[in-house]
């Protein structure tokens, strides 16, 4: 029998299609990349902007024509998008042909998923409002020498763009004990880099320790390998932090740190919980402790009611962190966010725009870095 893991999204989305794989090759299937030969395929979502949702819709249309072509065919779709409100409703209805639908929080029920469609023959349709952690999931890894480790689970900052914590539920941190243990037997196995992960990783909190504290040990153990993480959050980036990752080599000099505006107002009503300045303090304390530090971000352009002089001063926070890599965005719409309703919404000219002005003039900072 043979499967293939379509993915969409970020790199906790294709963590978790490492663990689909995991659970598909633990009942016997065979891993493929031939559509055609599948008895199973599984569309891994994501729903943080409109181009991954029309990207995903646009490919599930092939299933009327693999469908026809191979009855037996099992199709499958999880994550994100299924989770958000009405997801699943709108995917049958788009698509008809899916066999089965569930979301962020019942991933480690898959198995049981297929039995019951191949017992029965009908649509599964299975989401749950909130979950909890599942440990033990087999792992199908994509890279020996690369590994990614979730250490926590959903959000509970509600950027007012954000769908996240609406699709992955509030904060859930790991067992410190049992994320050390995963990552000593990654060690030992021979995995070079290691990269928590979190939808806001350095938020993280188990029995009195946080984010510094599970970095600062994970960084001891015997062996040749380097500790990354992604994606932190600017207000919860404490100097204790800073001091931990400045310490240890086996840590990377590598920190994206998200600032989405150089605008305090719109800030503000993004709900980021920091300002221009703390966020720029925040640089100088990281370039302070580790001159050599590389820096990323993500930009989002064209938020509700932008200025052309707030707009501006975002180009200004470019021009003076110089990043090395930027992540830029055009906002996009989400259901059930308040930005989705708020007033002044950005003509899509003005933001195609912007964001090109704002990758061109990245461009020229990373030009001038090399």
């Not at 001091?243 to 989405?260: F, T």
Request: proline share 3%.
């Amino acid at each position: 029998m043979k499967y293939l893991v379509k993915t969409y999204g970020c790199q906790m989305n294709v963590h978790e299609s490492e663990k689909l794989s995991g659970m598909m090759e633990a009942l016997g299937y065979e891993r493929t990349e031939d559509e055609k030969g599948c008895d199973v395929i599984i569309f891994n979502t994501c729903c943080i902007r409109h181009s991954a949702e029309n990207k995903l819709l646009g490919n599930l249309s092939i299933l009327k024509v693999l469908k026809a072509n191979n009855p037996k065919l099992i199709t499958a779709v999880c994550g994100c998008m299924s989770q958000q409100p009405d997801g699943a409703d709108m995917l049958i209805k788009r698509n008809p042909y899916i066999d089965i639908i569930f979301g962020t929080h019942n991933l480690h029920c898959l198995g049981d998923y297929l039995a019951k469609h191949k017992k029965d023959g009908k649509q599964v349709v299975d989401i749950w409002d909130e979950g909890g952690i599942e440990e033990d999931i087999p792992v199908r890894r994509e890279d020996d020498g690369r590994a990614w480790v979730n250490i926590m689970y959903g959000c509970d900052n509600y950027c007012s763009y954000c769908i996240v914590p609406f699709v992955r539920g509030r904060e859930r941190s790991r067992n410190f004990d049992t994320v050390l243990a995963e990552v000593e037997g990654l060690i030992k196995d021979g995995v070079k880099e290691i990269t928590f992960l979190g939808q806001n990783v350095n938020s993280y909190k188990s029995e009195k320790k946080d984010f510094a504290d599970l970095l600062l040990v994970a960084s001891k153990f015997d062996g040749d390998y380097t500790l990354k993480f992604m994606t932190s959050h600017p207000k919860d980036f404490s100097k204790k932090l800073v001091e931990v990752i400045a310490s240890s080599s086996n840590i990377a000099k590598e920190i994206h740190l998200p600032v989405q505006s150089g605008s305090d107002r719109i800030l503000g009503l993004m709900n980021r919980k920091y300002t221009r300045k703390q966020y720029l303090d925040l640089v100088a304390l990281l370039r302070k402790f580790m001159p050599d530090c590389r820096l990323t971000t993500d930009i989002i352009v064209g938020f509700p009611s932008e200025t052309q002089a707030e707009y501006e001063e975002t180009l200004d926070l470019l021009k003076t962190v110089r990043f090395n890599k930027l992540f830029g965005f055009m906002y996009s719409k989400r259901t059930g966010t308040s930005a989705e309703k708020m007033d002044n919404q950005i003509p899509i000219d003005i933001k195609r725009k912007r964001i090109k002005e704002l990758l061109d003039l990245q461009k020229q900072i990373e030009r001038e870095l090399l």
